[in-house]
């Protein structure tokens, strides 16, 4: 009986391990195996990292429009005075700081681990943006 039981559990998770995978694209695989690191080579020529900083409303799109946009565990909505005005009473530099270490349900830099403070700040900008 046991053992019909592990066996039923181990066929439902590789049931679902598999269908996920079948919703992934191709292009998305690529990125989730490819390698953490690169071997630079001395004397080649350097990649670029990147094209410079990313706006507020692409940090905001990537990264904060879970918990923003319907308010998950008390986060301030987009653009929505009544929640953002008791914090910005604090400050914006207060409101940032909070932003950039964590505070409540948030952790330390939401869910932009990559993001630099300005980035940050800029996202904080365009949520209080019209307020």
């Known amino acids: 009986m046991k ?4 066996l039923c559990m181990c066929v439902s998770v590789f049931s679902i391990f598999s269908a996920q995978a079948q919703e992934m694209t191709e292009d998305e695989i690529k ?3 490819e390698p953490v690191g690169k071997v630079h080579i001395s004397g080649a020529k350097a990649e670029t990292a990147s094209s410079g900083p ?5 940090i905001y799109a990537k990264a904060c429009v879970a918990c923003h ?3 998950v565990l008390g986060a ?10 008791p914090r910005l009473e604090k400050g914006f ?3 940032w700081q909070n932003a950039i270490n964590g505070i ?3 952790p330390p830099r939401g869910t932009c681990s990559d993001c630099t403070d300005d980035e940050i700040k800029s996202a904080i900008e365009h949520m209080i943006e019209g307020i």
């Open 3 to 6: 053992f019909k039981l592990f």
């Open 31 to 33: 990125a989730r195996i």
């Open 54 to 58: 990313r706006s507020g409303a692409d």
């Open 69 to 71: 946009s319907i308010g």
């Open 76 to 85: 301030p909505k987009l653009q929505d005075a009544a929640d953002w005005s």
């Open 93 to 95: 530099d207060s409101v």
């Open 104 to 106: 409540g349900g948030m």
